[in-house]
């Protein structure tokens, strides 16, 4: 199985810096543009959790490529380094500079990338790569330098059902899990 860059499967970009955008003073409502943005908290197992959005007031426009859109993932540049796809339609969602934003290049399916991303095989390739001590922050060049291996498209999607399937599968025992602890507290207070 060959093995590509994965900056040749996808455009890679970083977030936008936040505080250059805020604004400052409320003073003239017709020049304050609303968005949100994703925080650390937001971004788990190949998900994007909306609740966990919070809201951006900049004082202009912010740039297209800063701006989410349907089929980009997001990946966290620091640990645990999780990446999840936006499987919703999607405006005004700004990326941070704590992230990375990439767009597959249209030969690779992108809930399939996202799945890769999370996958062992470049977790092990990003703990390699990463710089510093205490925090470990991933650079663009080196999200470029990641393997992966590559599989036609319609693999991909085949893969990407089976996974997608399997997460929700988890997700569900999940919830029984914890409609089966409340059910046992609910009987043990009316014991």
């Given at each position: 199985?060959?093995?590509?860059?994965?900056?040749?499967?996808?455009?890679?970009?970083?977030?936008?810096?936040?505080?250059?955008?805020?604004?400052?003073?409320?003073?003239?409502?017709?020049?304050?543009?609303?968005?949100y943005?994703?925080?650390?908290?937001?971004?788990?197992?190949?998900?994007?959790d909306?609740?966990?959005?919070?809201?951006?007031?900049?004082?202009?426009?912010?740039?297209?490529?800063?701006?989410?859109?349907?089929?980009?993932?997001?990946?966290?540049?620091?640990?645990?380094?999780?990446?999840?796809?936006?499987?919703?339609?999607?405006?005004?969602?700004?990326?941070?500079?704590?992230?990375?934003?990439?767009?597959?290049?249209?030969?690779?399916?992108?809930?399939?990338?996202?799945?890769?991303?999370?996958?062992?095989?470049?977790?092990?390739?990003?703990?390699?790569?990463?710089?510093?001590?205490?925090?470990?922050?991933?650079?663009?060049s080196?999200?470029?330098?990641?393997?992966?291996?590559?599989?036609?498209?319609?693999?991909?999607?085949?893969?990407?059902?089976?996974?997608?399937?399997?997460?929700?599968?988890?997700?569900?025992?999940?919830?029984?899990?914890?409609?089966?602890?409340?059910?046992?507290?609910?009987?043990?207070?009316?014991?």
């Open positions: 199985m060959e093995e590509i860059n994965l900056s040749d499967a996808a455009e890679i970009s970083s977030g936008l810096t936040l505080a250059r955008f805020k604004a400052k003073k409320i003073s003239n409502a017709e020049e304050i543009k609303n968005y943005h994703i925080t650390l908290k937001s971004v788990e197992d190949n998900k994007i909306l609740n966990l959005l919070e809201p951006l007031k900049a004082n202009r426009g912010i740039e297209e490529h800063y701006l989410l859109k349907k089929g980009d993932i997001v990946i966290k540049l620091s640990p645990p380094y999780n990446a999840a796809m936006v499987d919703f339609n999607c405006e005004n969602i700004v990326v941070p500079p704590n992230f990375a934003i990439i767009r597959s290049k249209g030969d690779f399916d992108p809930e399939y990338l996202a799945f890769v991303l999370n996958g062992s095989f470049v977790r092990l390739q990003l703990n390699r790569l990463v710089e510093g001590g205490a925090l470990s922050i991933i650079k663009k080196s999200l470029n330098q990641i393997r992966i291996r590559t599989r036609d498209m319609q693999e991909q999607v085949k893969y990407a059902k089976l996974l997608s399937l399997l997460s929700k599968r988890k997700e569900l025992k999940l919830r029984i899990i914890e409609l089966e602890d409340l059910l046992k507290e609910n009987i043990l207070l009316n014991i």
